[in-house]
């Protein structure tokens, strides 16, 4: 009898052991995938992890069957897969639900995508059938046409000495329908009268943009082509290297240089961004360039989509070039030479929720490190302090491009004093006289004009001007943001809905008001100002699908958009031609967060936003607003003095000990019982110093201390370089199973956060 070692998709650690039957012990291969029972009456589809004859000392229960032929899941995959597991403290088989699309996770298997096609019957396939068909349907005409045009469409109409001079094509049903403007009718009584039938074929759905076309290369200015050759230079010393280039210095067409060498050399490469807003874009400078060698992978992609992209790459043709986010890293290569990872300072490459909490940019690079010679590129106009600091420790290799393409000038920043415009009554809303000038010029004078503003929604809150109520979700510790579009308030936290209330219900006041400016509101009140104007919002409500994405975004480029308002997803690496004038509405709702990350993320942030004015044609404008202008980052972000912000903000770091100098690890606690999961909290933090002593900070409760119904408690343990970062990992083990072990805490949550940034 032979055994199986097998993954769950389920939150549980470690693996499970199955016995095969002695029919199907042949076809079991590693990386394969096992319907497998679990219980009483569940079956889940597994992952084959190994196969050997060790007997364990419990009873097997036997696989039901095997899902496929040939692996699945590469053995580089599988390394990953137990790398992430192991250094995020994740469930394998939390990585494994979030690695494989849904499609091959599902018992009933992965379902191909069909249309539906008519055809000729066999009867009528021959020159005397046809012509008689035709005579047949003089009398309805419609009918006759819609034959007819079939007929021409499938080249049917070409046949002489009883067959096609033309190959016969096939022809979908709507195609033939749109093709000769009949209603379905029509059609459905030529297949009732046998004139044409029906059927499903399997179509594909996967990019076929056509061949290569090497002539679409981008001739590299004089300054990208010294940045390029410092790459490949770089390369020869280092595994990482570190393009620090200014906004708009043309990065993307030396990432197009670098794709057609590794394509050049016969390797694949891995292209990451941060968001899904950007591959729209990229994907179309990248298509006119390597055509259908480009495969896109996110998950606004159906999951029939994701799956066929999957099989693909398992396949002897696969795509050289995959763009993608996040999840793109777990794809699987044969021959992966280049990862590039676009605006590598992003939050957006840190999954959060759901586990496993993984950082896309670390696990990119260490999929490079199990291919031979593969080399990963990290790109930014303003680099996160861990990749900077490694950089300028020779850890990565350092490239910088410091003029922008054409050398068009970086963007005039203006700060406005909004604390004092305000007292002095000068404020219209959000908008500082000096701003809505600035746009009125712009309009006038055919120029766009992006507004910045992150909080998506109508109101942040909602509040009772008789006695100073506001309505909070029930489930969570956080106000109820006012959606006016729904005519609903929205917990953006666990996503609940409530209606508004017509009163208060605490003194049954009916006046209610909205407090604060989120990007919907934003667009009322600028659609009030500028009427004429042509207005578009891009938030996390108005691109719920892909399609959104690239709608909202080529409109803008095209110029059928003259104000764009949105969210941090306007600050990524877009690039719009006519774009002369940017107004960042808040710039202190990003400061004033808690968060030691805070004023990095709103340099970041708020000089990658500034980037979108004037990237082609003359200097652009940024309009930057806040209530504390003499604070040194507003001036370093004016000046774009990143050397400055980093040995301010290094400083800091090294004397409060944290990132790049210390590693941090976070300790979550969850449980629907306050009390429990506070006497958790102090018991697991004591367990903690008994080994790591100072180290140990908290418990505390986080900025949002219930979600969900879920009370939460937070642990910060700091760790100076020299401490084995698995010995740790494996007395957090430890103590988790110790706290877990009392019966008080059978329902406690406990999750770890490694590199929480």
């Known amino acids: 009898m032979r055994y199986i070692d097998v993954i769950l998709p389920l939150p549980l650690d470690g693996t499970f052991t199955y016995s095969i039957a002695d029919t199907l012990a042949p076809k079991v291969l590693p990386g394969i995938r096992v319907l497998v029972p679990l219980g009483r009456s569940k079956t889940y589809t597994a992952m084959a992890l190994r196969i050997h004859d060790d007997k364990p000392d419990f009873e097997t229960k036997e696989i039901i069957g095997i899902m496929d032929d040939t692996p699945v899941l590469l053995e580089r995959q599988l390394k990953l897969w137990q790398w992430i597991a192991d250094y995020y403290m ?241 794809l699987p290569f044969s021959r992966l030479g280049l990862v590039i990872i676009d605006e590598e300072h992003e939050t957006s490459f840190k999954q959060q929720d759901p586990a496993p909490r993984y950082h896309a940019r670390s696990a990119a690079i260490i999929l490079a490190q199990m291919y031979d010679n593969a080399k990963v590129l990290l790109g930014t106009a303003t680099p996160s302090m861990e990749s900077y600091h490694n950089a300028l420790t020779g850890k990565y290799g350092l490239v910088r491009l410091t003029t922008r393409f054409n050398d068009i000038a970086l963007p005039e920043i203006r700060v406005i004093d909004t604390k004092d415009l305000r007292h002095r009554k000068m404020m219209n809303g959000p908008f500082s006289p000096d701003l809505l000038a600035a746009m009125r010029t712009a309009l006038g004078e055919h120029r766009q004009v992006i507004l910045f503003q992150n909080r998506r929604g109508f109101a942040p809150t909602t509040e009772c001007k008789a006695c100073g109520w506001v309505p909070k979700c029930k489930n969570c510790d956080v106000s109820l943001t006012y959606h006016r579009s729904m005519n609903m308030l929205t917990c953006h936290y666990c996503g609940y809905t409530y209606a508004v209330p017509t009163k208060c219900p605490c003194c049954e006041s009916t006046e209610l008001m909205g407090r604060g400016y989120g990007t919907e509101k934003i667009e009322d009140r600028i659609s009030a100002i500028f009427p004429e104007a042509r207005i578009a919002r891009m938030d996390l409500d108005t691109t719920r699908s892909r399609n959104a994405y690239d709608r909202i975004i080529s409109d803008f480029a095209r110029g059928r958009t003259d104000i764009l308002i949105g969210t941090q997803m306007i600050s990524k690496g877009l690039d719009f031609d006519n774009v002369s004038l940017v107004g960042i509405l808040d710039a202190d709702s990003m400061l004033n967060y808690p968060d030691f990350r805070a004023y990095e993320h709103a340099f970041m942030m708020m000089s990658q936003v500034s980037g979108r004015a004037g990237r082609k044609g003359r200097r652009g404008l940024v309009m930057l607003q806040t209530k504390n202008k003499e604070l040194p980052v507003i001036r370093q972000i004016v000046e774009n003095d990143f050397e400055g912000f980093c040995r301010d903000l290094t400083d800091e770091r090294r004397t409060f000990h944290y990132p790049p100098f210390t590693r941090l690890i976070y300790v979550y606690l969850r449980h629907r019982d306050e009390h429990t999961v506070e006497s958790a909290a102090i018991e697991f933090a004591a367990r903690l110093r008994t080994a790591l002593a100072e180290r140990v900070l908290g418990p505390d409760k986080p900025a949002v201390a219930r979600v969900k119904t879920q009370s939460i408690r937070k642990i910060m343990i700091k760790l100076e370089p020299g401490i084995s970062l698995p010995k740790v990992r494996d007395f957090l083990r430890q103590v988790q199973k110790a706290v877990m072990a009392d019966r008080r805490n059978g329902a406690l949550t406990i999750y770890f956060d490694i590199d929480p940034y």
């Open 90 to 330: 994740a469930p394998l088989g939390d990585v494994y639900k979030a690695a494989l699309p849904a499609g091959l996770k599902a018992e009933d298997g992965y379902r191909p995508k069909t249309e539906r096609c008519v055809r000729l019957p066999e009867n009528l396939r021959n020159e005397n059938a046809m012509q008689l068909a035709m005579g047949m349907l003089s009398r309805a005409r419609m009918q006759q046409k819609v034959f007819a045009t079939y007929l021409s469409l499938s080249h049917w109409d070409t046949i002489s000495g009883g067959a096609p001079v033309v190959p016969v094509a096939e022809v979908a049903y709507d195609e033939l329908q749109n093709a000769s403007n009949a209603n379905i009718a029509v059609l459905r009584e030529l297949v009732k009268r046998k004139f044409l039938e029906t059927y499903e074929r399997e179509v594909g759905r996967l990019n076929t943009t056509g061949r290569t076309h090497t002539e679409n290369i981008p001739t590299l200015s004089e300054a990208q082509q010294q940045a390029y050759d410092g790459i490949n230079a770089s390369f020869q010393n280092h595994n990482v290297t570190l393009l620090h280039g200014v906004t708009s210095s043309g990065k993307t067409e030396i990432y197009i240089h670098l794709i057609a060498k590794a394509i050049d050399e016969g390797k694949q490469v891995l292209y990451l961004l941060p968001e899904i807003a950007l591959t729209v874009q990229i994907t179309k400078r990248l298509q006119r360039v390597f055509g259908d060698r480009l495969g896109i992978y996110h998950s606004k992609y159906s999951d029939a989509e994701r799956v066929e992209i999957w099989k693909k790459q398992l396949s002897d043709t696969p795509y050289d070039v995959i763009l993608g986010a996040r999840s793109a890293v777990f």
